[in-house]
C-alpha cells in the first residue's frame, strides 16, 4: 500500500536560515513525488515534482527538493527563509504502477512551517 | 488558485439536510477530485473523476455523491448520511488521462461547510 509521512507537525527557523521539511514514502513501483503549499483559508499550490531524472528538483518560491532512493525521502528545502514562506506544506505521492488505483494520489498529514523575523 | 472556482466559500447545514458543494474548472483537464480536509490529518480523498460520467470512490466516499455530466463541472453532495461533514472541503483538477499519473494538481480555493 501507498503512504507518506511527514515526520514533523511544526518547524519552526529563523528568518535567513535554511530550511527543511522532511518527507519519507512507500509505493509500489517508482514513485511521482510532489509539495504542495497551503496558506489560511486556501487550496493548495503546487510547489515542485520529482519525475525521474536529476534528485535535485528546483520549484516555485526558491524551494528545491532531494529525491533519495535509498532512503525513500524527498525532502523540502530553502537556503534561506522568508517570513513570508510561513505556511503548512504538504508531500504526496503516487506510485506508477498501472495496475493500482492510477489517478490517486496520497497525500502526508501536513507540517506547519513558522517562520520568525 | 488556477482556473477552479468553488462554491460557496462558506456553508452551514442544518442536521439531516443535504448540501451540494459546487466544483468547477476552465483548464480543459479530464481528471477531478474532492478532498476533505481535517486538521492534522491532511487531505482525505472522497471521489474522483478521470472522464465525464464516469466516477470511482476515494477513501472516504460513504454520505457523500458526485455527478460528472460535464467535463468543467464535478459538484459534490454532503448527504445527511455523513455523520461529521463539518471540514474544509477541496476539489481539484489534473490533466492525467488513465495511463498518465504524473501531473501536478490544481486546486480550488475550497469550501467550509459547518453543521449546525
Known amino acids: 500500500a501507498q503512504s507518506v509521512a511527514q515526520p514533523e507537525d511544526q518547524v519552526n527557523v529563523a528568518e535567513g536560515n535554511p530550511l527543511t521539511v522532511k518527507c519519507t514514502y512507500s509505493v509500489s513501483g517508482n514513485p511521482y513525488l510532489f509539495w504542495y503549499v497551503q496558506y489560511p483559508n486556501r487550496g493548495l499550490q503546487f510547489l515542485l515534482k520529482y519525475i525521474t531524472g536529476d534528485n535535485l528538483v528546483k520549484g516555485s518560491y526558491g524551494f528545491e527538493a532531494e529525491f533519495n532512493k535509498s532512503q525513500t525521502s524527498f525532502h523540502l528545502k530553502k537556503p534561506s527563509a522568508l517570513v513570508s514562506d510561513s505556511a503548512l506544506y504538504f508531500c504526496?505521492?503516487?506510485?506508477?504502477?498501472?495496475?493500482?488505483?492510477?489517478?490517486?494520489?496520497?497525500f502526508g498529514s501536513g507540517t506547519r512551517l513558522s517562520i520568525r523575523p | 488558485d488556477g482556473g477552479i472556482t468553488q462554491s460557496p466559500k462558506y456553508l452551514f447545514r442544518k442536521e439531516g439536510q443535504n448540501v451540494t458543494l459546487s466544483c468547477e474548472q476552465n483548464?480543459?483537464?479530464?481528471?477531478m477530485y474532492w478532498y476533505r480536509q481535517d486538521p492534522g490529518q491532511g487531505l482525505r480523498l472522497i471521489y474522483y473523476?478521470?472522464?465525464?460520467?464516469?466516477?470511482q470512490k476515494g477513501d472516504i466516499a460513504e454520505g457523500y455523491s458526485v455527478s460528472r455530466e460535464k467535463k468543467e463541472s464535478f459538484p459534490l453532495t454532503v448527504t445527511s448520511a455523513q455523520k461529521n461533514p463539518t471540514a474544509f472541503y477541496l476539489c481539484?483538477?489534473?490533466?492525467?488521462?488513465?495511463?498518465?499519473?504524473?501531473?501536478?494538481?490544481?486546486f480550488g480555493p475550497g469550501t467550509r461547510l459547518t453543521v449546525l
Open positions: 504526496a505521492v503516487r506510485g506508477t504502477d498501472l495496475y493500482s488505483s492510477a489517478s490517486k494520489i496520497i
Open positions: 481539484a483538477s489534473s490533466i492525467d488521462s488513465l495511463a498518465g499519473g504524473d501531473n501536478e494538481q490544481f
Open positions: 473523476s478521470q472522464i465525464v460520467n464516469d466516477f
Open positions: 483548464l480543459n483537464h479530464d481528471a
